[in-house]
Each structure stands twice: as C-alpha cells, then as structure tokens.
C-alpha cells in the first residue's frame, strides 16, 4: 500500500474531524470535551480542558458571543447547548486556586501590546508563555478595554479580576492609563495594536491571515477589524492568539503564511446521525450561572457527536476498540514491520469483506478494500500466518480435486446452458443440486450441464492470488472445452468472483432463472411459514437477485418478513473473508448479532450462511428447502453438516452422478476403517477444525508404524502424524484395521524434531 | 477427555518403556528451539499433553506467526 494511498483512505474516515461546535468556534474550544466533563461531575478536568483553549475562561464564560450555538446537532432537537454557560460553571466549580501557567525560558526578545481588551492581553498571555518580554500599554485605568462596556451587566468586576490577575503573576508589564502609538515603539522588536474599535484608517492594510499592519514587525487586530457595531468577544481572543503565532514566526524568522489553514472559524466534516435522537429542551441560564446540579445536566445534554456509523453496525469494527481511520493507519504500519510484532495480522484477517461498512459511511470508505488489498500484500511478503486460512485453501482444494470436481457432459461434449451450484450447496445438499440440475432440464431443455468445483472464492478471501487464477483459469478451461455455455449460479460468492475476473462471461443467477420459469407453489405449500430472509452479503449489489428471491419464496408459499438489516444493507453471516476461521470467536459473536435481529426462522439462497445460522442454533431455510422438500418448516432445524461430511457429501455426489448418469461406477474410495465419535467429541473435532479423514490418517500411520503411546490399565492409545503443515493427536481404543473409537483429538502447528539419540 | 493428572503415564507402545523429560527440538515458522517434553528414551516419540497444545503451544505459534 502506498503512503499516498494511505491518506487517501485514512481521510475518508472522518470521525476524527471536530465536532461542528469546535469547528465553529475560532478558537476551536473543545465543547464535546467540556460537556463530557461537566456531564460528570468532574469540573477541575472541565477547566484543565478549557485552560487548553482559553487563557481567560470565566471571563470567556461570562460573555462568549457563542459562535458554537448556530451549528450545535442539540439545536434542532432541543436547543444548543449553553455552551457559554458551562465554561462560566467549570472556571467557578473547577478552579479553586489561582492557575500556574508555565513559561518557556526567555528569548531576550520584546513585545508591545498596545489595548488590553480580549484580544491584546490574549496575544500577551500567548507571547509570556512562549518567552518573550511583554508590555501592556492601556490608556484607560484598568484591564478589559472595550469588553468592559459591551459585557456591562454580564461580566461581574470579580470574574475579571480574578481571570486578569493571571497576567501579572506572568511577569506581563501592564502600564496603566499610557497612551501609546504603536508605529512608535522605539525598544520593542514587535508590536501588537489591538486599541479596539478604531478608525478604519488607523490601519488601512491588516492582512486577514498573518495580522501584518504595513510596518515589519507590527501587528493589528480585535475590534478594529470588526468595527464598533460588531464586537465579538471570542473572535477577539482569536485574533489575539493567531497575532501572536504571527509574531512568534516573525522574531523568529520563520514563514508567516506556512500550515495555518486550520486556524479560525471553520466548518466540520463530522457526519452525525440524528434520526433516534429524543429532543430535550434547553435550560434557562440564570443571571449568576448554573449550580453544579444544572451544570451537569446541561453537560448531559450534549449528543457528544461523532460518526462510527460503520463501527455501530459491524462486531468486527467494534471489537477492536476504534473506527477504520485508526485502524487503516494499524494495518498499514503492520505492512510496513521489517523487524518486529506485526501486531494486526489479526485485525487484518478478522474481517468479513462484506463491504457493509461502505454502505453506511458517509464517505464510501470499504474496509474490505484495504484489508483484501492488505492481505495480498502480507502474502507476497511472505507474512501471511498460515494458520489464517489453511484450512479453508485445503477445503477448495479438495473440492477442486478429482474426489470432487467433475463436469457433466464429459469432456468433448458441449451444452449451451451449465449449472454451476458452487462447492458449498454440493456439500451441504448434494441431493438438491441432483434435483436442480434435473429441474433445470425440465424446464430449459436437456441441453443443460453441470459442473461441480469451487470458483476460487476462498483463495479470493484470503489474499491468495496464486490460487485464485489457477482455480479461474481451470474454470475457463473446462468452461470453453464445454463450448462456452451460459453459467447459471446458486451462490452470490461465485457470481461474485465470476462477475470481476471474467467480466466477459454470460452468467446468470439460478434464482433469477427460477424466478423466471415461474416456479410456483404446489398445493400443500400454499401456507407456508413465516420467515425472514437474510440476503447472502455478496448479493449486497444484486438488486435482481434479491428480488428473484423474494418472488420465489412468496411464490412458493413463504410469508416474508424483511429483518432490519437486508438486501444493500445486509449483514454477513461471518462466514465472508473467511472470518470463521481467522478468528472464529469474533465470527460467532458477529453470527449471534444477526440471528438476534429476528426470533422468526429464517430463509436464505446461500447454503453457507443457511448451514452456520443452523450450526448456532438458528432455524434457517435454504430456497432450495422450499422447492425440494415436502416438510419445509422441519427442514430448518436441519443441522449443520460437520467439515468432513461437507467433503463426503461432494466426493458422494460425484460417486452417485457418475454411477447414475454415465452408468459407469466410480472406484469406491471408503476402504477406510470405521470411526466412532461420539457427539461430544465431535463437537470438539468440528470446534478444531480437525476431519476425520486426517484421524483416519493418524491412526492408520500409528497401526502401520506401531509408533504410539499406551496407558498402562486402560485400552486407550495416543499417536500424532503430521498432515501437510499440522501435527493431529488423536487418543483412541481399537487396534489393527478397526473399528476405532475416537476419545479426543487436538492439533498443532509447531513441528516436532522426533530423534532418538537427543 | 484431558489428560487428568492423577492417571498413569504414557508409556511408548513399540519399546514398552515409560517416557522420561527430555529436551526435544520445536520448528516454526523458520525458527527451532529446545523445549522439555516427555519422550520415549529408546525411540524418541515425544508425548504433547492436549493441554499443552491448547495454550502453550497455540500461544507460542501466534507469537511467531507474528514476528
């Protein structure tokens, strides 16, 4: 990934932006921050926090013009929050002692402020800290300048005075009732004039970005830009501080203009949602301010905006504990690791590249696009854990083996139409795909074939490019030498893969196609059950097949419920990215959040997500259940088939498809000995990931080699073989050709160096 | 089904001869280390309790599947 490609990505995410109130505010007060505080309870982090923005909160408190209000979310539902008011309460309940304010070493260097209004003492609080030597020059007899007149009535004398009195404890020289002309400031290396409302020709040329008044070395802002009629307390201090940054540059030498278009007033980027939001109306602010009772519920008030719009519906976003900006940034490093823990492997591997979290982003931003593209990279680094997806590559390689894989007619002969069920229908109900592919004779004419394999999906899903063409390019292959028929596809993952790696292919879904042969219900089935469809998330874009879907099953009886989250914003089944296996726990947390969504059974056109739905305990329909079975309400208990009965299934369905209808038998291959599991055990096996045919494979190495562990008083027998890249132990009773009975059975990685002369 | 700590050890079937601690070599992800395990003194066959492989050994192959 390229760091430009990062940014790109990492700026389509925006919930880092500052909440519309910050943004608005010219001195970008954190109020999101300061509600949360206030909200509870906790007033000296509140005034910490404001400190961080204001160098003058009471007084900022007491007088604030509140540029934040017009663009507070509260304000359309309730009221703005009083904001103002909460700053007041923080410096009252907050601070109980005088503020220490720490100041950089001395730069031997002088300013003049000319006007002690908001602006000139911000602009000197601002300089003091950064080291300067600086002069207050105020023509009148006290602090405040124009804000005493236009704040009379709001600015109580105490509030000023305790807030100002930070500006001698600084060291700032105030010189009281001394009129001074800022262009005549002999001694000063700068100077900021911030009389006031001023004349406008005072100083005709005040550049709007970097305060320069004409003269090298002096600076204008405050009221002056503004005029007499519009005077703008927190505008003020902003010009103060951004005046200051200027002279700061300017006795510094450095660059006026450079990296400041975040300063002032500005609009936000941050999307948040506002459909659930209740209105709570907003308090009356009394004249001496809130109690700390009023003040906290005011903080509460706040909707402590932000986006995670992709976070709230995804387990996957959620369970890492940020949003995909962060997590963008996490993976790239990851990329990035010569030496060292590539600590997101795992974040990288979790997802389910369902894409819903694009559907929901106020900016299109698809964490399946950067955790695919990431993967791709982690395998051609060579730093893709095997463990991730082994046993998924293993699952497609058997399906595109002889055992499985198979085409009807036989090659030299040719169909225009093939029925391409997909190695997951093949698996999970073989005598389906049997009845579909005659049902499609029937209705579309004989000259339909079949042909079993696995498009490549899982090789896709894990990154794995090598695969992923050699299972297409098998697939084109046999697809030509059948005289380049029309594909008709079960499963929206084949359709899918099809669909962007061989744009040019005449493929059509077989529920469009059922759909269209008008399939229609027999009379027992007339009042069927009441069910909601869960659409397969790589039919997210298949508006067609969505609807075929719906057609079918009312057709053939269902009553349809929609579930909140369907067709564009469909959830996955965890099944997708192959996160069942990369991180199976999160996978079954994020299976048990979609089965929540209804407690009615529910009914789907993807076998996978059919079959994980059953294997949680969720009643879930296949279309195919409808069509083909006369008591589809009990076939939605049906179980779902264990990873070694998935391969059965596809090797049986072969075996029966070629004894059946090319009348010639296949080898029967089961000279296997005979297993017994019991179901608990079973249920271990299946949590592992571990088959019975690599068991078999122990116990007959075992049997062979007699290299095996006994337990004296027991007839139980313990032996290990490595299969492919994984050790299986299986602990057993039985000897010689069998039966076994199989107790436990666990695996690993790691390779075990046997020798006998350690 | 675990191993209980209570019954008795394995014994290696073909040498009938109880399995003593011994250092035997582990391979990862291109690194080797030795670890203490029980082994067979005669023939080598190496014993990894289930409980062993579960979290010791499951922790250790993440930890080098991802450096």
Known sequence: MEKQRLQELENQCIQECAPPCTAACPVHVDCRGLALFMARGDFAAAVKLLRKALPFPAVIGAVCDQPCCAYCNRGRVGGAIEMAALERAAARFGETAPPRISLLPSRGKSVAIVGSGLS???????????????????????????LREHAAGRLFPEIAEKDFSVIESMGIEVRLNTAADPRDLPGFDAVYAAPGAAPAHAFPAIDPLTYEAGTPGVFAGGSLLRGSGNYSPIFSVSDGRRAAVSIDRFLQGASLTASRTGEGSLGSCLYTKMDAVAPVPAPCVPAQGFTNEAAMQEGARCLQCQCLECVKVCTYLESFGGYPK????????????????????????????????????????????????????????????????????????????????????????????????????????????????????????????????????????????????????????????????????????????????????????????????????????????????????????????????????????????????????????????????????????????????????????????????????????????????????????????????????????????????????????????????????????????????????????AEQTGRKLTRPGTDRFLAHHRVGSVTYWVEYTGTGSGPFTVHTAYSHRMEIRERADI | MTTGAKEPSWLCAACGIALERGMVEIAYMGSAFPVELQRCPRCGIVYIPEELALTRMAEAEKILEDK
Request: proline share 5%; aromatic share 6%; with cysteine.
């Open chain 1, 326 to 701: 962060k997590y963008v940034r996490e993976i790239y490093n990851n990329l990035s690791i010569v030496m060292g823990v590539r600590q997101s492997n795992t974040l990288t591997n979790s997802c389910s590249l369902c894409g819903l979290c694009a559907e929901v982003c106020p900016n299109d931003l698809n964490m399946a696009d950067v955790c695919s593209e990431a993967r791709r990279t982690m395998v051609s680094q060579k730093r893709m854990p095997a463990s991730a997806h082994d046993f998924a590559l293993r699952d497609m390689a058997f399906a595109n083996s002889d055992a499985c894989a198979m085409a009807l007619p036989a090659p030299g002969g040719t169909c225009s139409r093939l029925f391409f069920p997909g190695c997951q229908l093949a698996a999970s109900a073989p005598d389906h795909v049997e009845k579909c592919y005659r049902l499609l004779q029937e209705k579309l004419g004989s000259d339909v074939g079949l042909l079993l394999r696995c498009c490549g999906a899982p090789a896709d899903w894990a990154g794995r490019d090598d695969l992923l063409e050699q299972a297409i390019d098998e697939f084109g292959e046999l697809h030509r030498s059948l005289g380049s028929p029309q594909l008709i596809l079960a499963c929206p993952s084949c359709s899918r893969v099809f669909k962007r790696l061989l744009p040019g292919l005449d493929s059509v879904s077989l529920w469009e196609i059922l759909d269209r042969a008008g399939i229609a219900a027999p009379e027992a089935k007339a009042a069927g059950p009441v069910v909601c469809l869960h659409d397969p998330c790589s039919a997210r874009h298949d508006d067609a097949v969505q609807e075929s879907a719906r057609q079918i099953a009312a057709r053939l009886g269902c009553r349809l419920e929609e579930l909140p989250f369907s067709r564009r914003m469909t959830a996955c089944c965890s099944f997708g990215g192959l996160q069942w296996f990369a991180n199976n726990k999160l996978a079954r947390a994020g299976i048990g959040r979609r089965m929540r969504e209804s407690t009615r059974d529910y009914l789907t056109y993807c076998s996978m997500c059919r079959d994980l739905f059953a294997g949680q305990g969720k009643r879930c329909l296949h279309m195919l259940d409808l069509l083909f079975e006369d008591d589809a309400p009990g076939r939605a208990g049906r179980a779902c088939p264990t990873w070694s009965q998935r391969r059965d299934n596809r090797a049986r369905l072969k075996r029966r498809l070629c004894a059946g209808i090319k009348e010639e038998t296949m080898p029967e291959t089961d000279g296997r000995p005979e297993l017994i599991i019991a179901p608990d055990v079973q249920a271990v096996l299946e949590e592992r990931f571990i088959l019975t045919h690599d068991i078999t494979r122990v116990i007959e190495h």
């Open chain 1, 120 to 146: 000139g003492l911000t602009a000197a609080f601002d300089l003091r800290k950064k080291g300067y030597s600086v002069t207050v020059f105020e023509k009148d007899g006290r602090l405040g300048g124009s």
